[in-house]
């Protein structure tokens, strides 16, 4: 097995391929550089042509086989109680019903949780939330699947018990769904407390961060075949299928191989196809195999809200010590994060939110204590950032209200405690910050983003509006890149070459929008010295590429693109000896690009070569292997080297606030990301820019509302659920990457880009808070929650002229 950090040491250099200005190069200007280059530039996106004109092939949209069957879920309308009993007769004699099925139909084991055996499929004597399935319907139909279904509130027989349904609630109670978990380094046994009794300046406070629904475009769906001697086809619209193979397997009661699981693309994930897809591929693939008939399971857009968990809210008690210059002398934080019902992933959320807290900022003596409070509401699950963007916005507030208090800037108080040459750098998990760009890249955006001249600027116009006010903040980034469970940072390839020169890649990455398989393709084109049109990427599938790790955690390109960079180097230096026994000269100077092989005094096309390799009866496939180096972890301690390196970033958000009506606009966002030396500057340009969004509408109008007697989420839909639009983005968006190629050798140079950039429009979030503490002498800190709804804004607005008339002489 090659190791892994070698894989990239016999590659030869690549140059750095960014413009000045960070604009990506179009394929016109490919000639003017490095022959043959195709990592470092900006084709589009493998399935672009193929998303614009309605041709991509979704899991729905799989031909269906005669006979298909369609399933429907029929759900709880209770918070809490207990399952009496199901009326299947009056289900099953509904028109077109074909069966019903319940947890006592399940063959083996009725769970689906992905660390914690806690998540049933159905319903088992227990009714756990609003929405929970507790059967399964199947017909011939989905419309009279879902008709059938409906009828759940009538034919479900509860008894009610009491239910909890917020966090706080939880914790006070003492219910969680994993054991607490506390993180401390001290500069000296008992410095926390004294540092804390002796700062100079305190704070102590709260914080409620709301949780976010994924809203994929496409919802979760699964259809199920049977296929010959006892097996199972199942079309999953995953994140990682393996897990769905395993899932259902271990529900049948099969051996994994009987199962096989694909994924062409996904119309979205952003974690919420991590593991939560497994319910949907379960339900699925059990009415396959006890009808023996294809089944179809797609959820409408309310279903699929009421069903599926979403990012963890989170609430947040702090307190903190500091400095005449605002540095942080002793810190203690508790976490409280909204479990739900079940731990599906959320013991690893937490953890990365105790391991973001420190964000870019060294935090000499911390104590962080997490908790993961059990409610009676969906399972939240994955999300992009994975509990890393909850764990750092708190400390972003902290430092806000530091700002506030002594009467500084806030990016002044942030720069006095930034990770720093003249310090220790070491993050409070042990981890040291050795490859630090914080500061040089803040230097940059302040000077791009005229930082000091638009502060200056928007003082001036606050003193003169009254009704109208403008906010500014300037937040960065440290975002540690590998999944925290060590064995997951895994992959595997499989790349053939055609006797025609083409080539046919399979990884174990999913393609969710993001451009995986584009870059992969990009890898394998670059080593082989092809056109990118010379290289396609399938369908995920666990019958070629098996015990995947779930595409996630920012890690698609690193592992797969370096064990599909392992694979096409195999395959290369066996073509490049066989060139050289061929046509003379050395194996290592055999060289390929441009679609050429050239070979001591001989330049031939690469399918010429390859078809006299396919007559000698050389290997023309290979498959590739990639662990990440460097990793371990202490669960126990919380302790230990959990990243292969950081990515970092900053914004400057600028808005403008009305104090009448809490409405809001960005004005202006000025985004620099450190995405190393980029693959593709196009693509991840699209992916800092989507983040951004994304994030902003985390913090600002995704509001979740959960009727506070019954326990229903009343935002279950795009009526009542509001994510941002086009209409959202600022008329002055301007992002640029960072040059900085990665200190590790990770593909060609590169880093993570899907989800460090949630965590910059923390700016736009602490700029509304700017311009609230407007209405006030800036001394006030406005107590602002997350979502900053309107309402969030006003009650803020409100709570400042409150404390500003109580103060007044």
């Known amino acids: 097995m090659n190791k ?123 009714l756990r939330f609003v929405g929970q399935p507790v059967f399964l319907v199947v017909a011939t139909t989905q419309t009279l699947a879902r008709r059938a279904a409906a009828l759940a509130r009538e034919v479900i027989q509860t008894e009610a018990l009491p239910a909890v349904l917020t966090a706080r609630e939880a914790h006070a109670q003492g219910q969680y769904v994993l054991p607490p978990m506390h993180l401390t380094r001290e500069t000296a046994p008992g410095e926390l407390e004294r540092a804390m009794a002796c700062a100079p300046h305190r704070l102590q406070g709260s914080l409620s961060v709301g949780g976010q629904e994924q809203f994929y475009l496409e919802g979760q769906v699964a259809y199920a075949m049977p296929t010959e001697n006892s097996g199972l086809r199942v079309l999953c619209s995953t994140q990682h299928p393996s897990e769905m193979q395993h899932v259902v397997a271990h529900m049948l009661g099969w051996m994994q191989h009987q199962v096989q699981v694909e994924c062409r693309r996904m119309g979205g994930g952003f974690g919420g196809k991590e593991s939560q897809s497994a319910q949907f591929a379960c339900c699925a693939a059990l009415a396959a195999h006890l009808l023996q008939k294809p089944v179809k399971l797609r959820l409408d857009r309310d279903d699929d809200f009421l069903i599926t968990g979403r990012r963890h809210g989170f609430e947040y008690d702090y307190a903190v010590g500091f400095d005449d210059d605002g540095r942080i002398l002793a810190y203690e934080v508790t976490l409280i994060a909204n479990a739900g019902h079940s731990a599906d992933l959320s013991g690893a959320v937490l953890t990365r939110a105790i391991c973001h807290v420190d964000n870019a900022y060294w935090l000499p003596n911390v104590a962080i204590h997490g908790f993961v409070a059990k409610t009676n509401t969906q399972s939240n699950t994955a999300f992009r950032g994975f509990g890393g963007p909850q764990g750092a916005l708190v400390t972003e507030f902290v430092l806000d209200s530091i700002a506030r208090k002594l009467g500084h800037d806030a990016l002044q108080v942030r720069r006095a405690n930034f990770y720093g040459i003249g310090r220790n750098n070491h993050t409070p998990y042990g981890q040291g910050v050795t490859d630090n760009v914080i500061s040089p890249l803040v230097d940059q955006l302040v000077q791009s983003a005229d930082y000091a001249a638009r502060r200056t600027a928007i003082t001036r116009f606050n003193a003169h509006s009254p009704v109208l006010k403008k906010g500014l903040a300037l937040t960065p980034v440290k975002f540690g890149i590998s999944f925290n469970v060590v064995h997951l940072n895994q992959a595997g390839a499989l790349v053939h070459i055609y006797t025609d020169g083409s080539v046919l890649v399979n990884h174990g990455g999913t393609e969710m929008g993001q451009g995986l398989n584009t870059k992969v393709a990009q890898v394998v084109a670059e080593e082989l010295g092809l056109d990118f049109a010379a290289v396609r990427c399938t369908a995920t599938d666990t019958h070629k590429v098996a015990n995947t790790s779930a595409t996630a955690a920012s890690t698609g390109a690193d592992l797969n693109g370096m064990a599909a960079l392992d694979a096409a180097r195999t395959l290369r230096q066996r073509l490049a000896a066989f060139a050289a026994e061929q046509h003379g000269g050395r194996t290592e100077s055999v060289r390929f690009s441009g679609g050429m092989v050239h070979a001591g005094n001989t330049t031939l096309p690469f399918a010429a070569l390859v078809q006299q390799a396919y007559l000698a009866r050389v290997q023309l496939w290979s498959d590739g292997f990639y662990t990440t180096p460097d990793l371990h972890w202490d669960a126990k301690t919380l302790t230990g080297h959990p990243f292969y390196y950081f990515a970092y970033g900053a914004a400057v958000s600028e808005v403008l606030v009305d104090t009448l009506t809490g409405e809001w606009r960005l004005l202006r966002a000025d985004l620099l990301h450190d995405a190393g030396r980029s693959l593709n500057p196009a693509i991840d340009i699209g992916q ?76 736009v979030l602490l700029a509304i808070r700017d311009a609230i503490s407007a209405v006030g002498d800036h001394g006030t800190d406005p107590p602002l929650r997350a979502p900053a709804t309107p309402e969030a804004i006003l009650d803020a607005i409100e709570a400042v002229r409150i404390q500003q008339s109580s103060t007044a002489p």
């Not at 209770?78 to 009993?85: M, Q, T």
């Not at 969004?693 to 009727?707: D, P, R």
């Not at 659920?721 to 002055?732: G, L």
């Not at 960072?738 to 700016?763: C, M, W, Y």
Request: one cysteine or more.
């Open 4 to 126: 892994p950090h070698d894989l990239l040491a016999r590659s030869p250099a690549i140059p750095n391929f960014s413009r000045q200005d960070n604009t990506p190069w179009s394929k016109a200007e490919w000639p003017a550089l490095r022959e043959g280059a195709r990592v470092g530039v900006s084709p589009p996106h493998e399935s672009a042509h193929l998303h614009v004109s309605g041709q991509a092939t979704y899991t729905d949209d799989a031909p269906e086989l005669h006979g298909t069957l369609h399933a429907a879920l029929g759900l709880s309308s209770l918070a809490h109680g207990k399952l009496l009993g199901i009326d299947l007769a009056r289900l099953r004699a509904q028109p077109g019903v074909v069966a019903v099925f319940s947890a006592a139909d399940i063959p083996a084991t009725n769970d689906c949780g992905p660390v914690v055996h806690d998540d049933p499929i159905l319903a088992d004597g227990t």
């Open 688 to 763: 800092v820019e989507g983040a951004f969004i994304q994030g902003m509408g985390w913090l600002t109008t995704e509001e979740l509302v959960w009727q506070a007697k019954t326990g229903r989420l009343l935002t279950h839909a795009p009526s009542t659920y509001k994510i941002p639009t086009a209409n959202d983005c600022p008329p002055s968006f301007r992002t640029a990457l960072f040059d900085n190629p990665n200190a590790q050798p990770t593909i060609h140079r590169s880093k993570a880009v899907g989800e460090p950039p949630l965590l910059l429009p923390f700016s």
